[in-house]
């Protein structure tokens, strides 16, 4: 892949077949997480009657999906009062439905602006926007399922089983960092 690069109001690079293969796969995945976790949204009369979506009150199990989809208030367990835990949960039944729906959607537009085969990709500004959004979810995900620290090697031994995918962890950072560049102009 060469450097992201602007050209006029856009951003381009070229993917080579392999490359394209790893964005759309990585990419997919994460959709397909965020949209099983859709699924689980309660069902409720009053949801179908007013069109507000509520989710599920209860953070995920998964701790890739726990880190895309962080708590939206933070219980300190020193000083919670009685009340706090529902506080929480209602924040996340109201508000997770619209960070999957951004998440998800984000993920639809790099799928639908990345060539299946490779090739040259031209981002209008939003489309740079979602790539960046999209590649920092897929960075999450896998630097969770990775568990990446911040003193962890560049390079692992090659017997350790994390070795080949951290450096599709890297390859992807400087993925977003060039993109990151081509935006800032």
Same mark, same amino acid.
């Given at each position: ?5 602007? /050209? ?17 796969? #990585?990419?997919?995945?994460?959709? !397909?997480?965020?949209? &099983?976790?859709?699924?689980?949204? %309660?069902?409720?009369? $009053? /949801?179908?009657? =007013? ?8 953070? %995920? ?9 962080? !708590? ?6 020193? @000083?919670?009062? &009685?009340?706090?835990?529902? /506080? ?5 039944? $109201?508000?997770?439905? &619209? #960070? ?14 990345? +060539? +299946? ?16 959004? &999209?590649?920092?979810?897929?960075? #999450?995900? #896998?630097? =969770? ?7 962890? +090697? ?6 350790? +089983? ?10 992807? =950072? ?6 990151? @560049?081509?935006?800032?102009?």
């Amino acid at each position: 892949m060469n450097r992201w690069h602007r /050209s006029g109001e856009q951003v381009v690079c070229h993917l080579d077949r392999q490359e394209a293969a790893v964005v759309r796969g #990585l990419v997919s995945q994460i959709q !397909d997480m965020l949209l &099983a976790r859709a699924e689980e949204a %309660p069902q409720d009369e $009053l /949801s179908e009657l =007013t069109g507000i979506r509520t989710g599920p009150s209860t953070p %995920p199990d998964d701790l890739i999906l726990g880190r895309l989809l962080p !708590d939206f208030h933070r219980l300190d367990l020193d @000083e919670h009062e &009685a009340g706090d835990e529902d /506080s929480a949960a209602a924040l996340r039944s $109201l508000h997770e439905p &619209a #960070l999957l729906d951004a998440k998800t959607g984000v993920a639809a537009v790099v799928l639908d602006t990345c +060539p +299946p085969e490779g090739g040259d990709v031209r981002l209008g500004p939003a489309e740079a926007e979602a790539w960046l959004s &999209a590649l920092n979810d897929v960075r #999450l995900a #896998l630097g =969770t399922a990775l568990d990446v620290q911040e003193d962890m +090697p560049d390079e692992l031994p090659e017997d350790d +089983p994390r070795s080949p995918h951290l450096g599709v962890y890297h390859w992807l =950072t400087w993925v977003q960092e060039t993109l990151v @560049e081509a935006v800032m102009g």
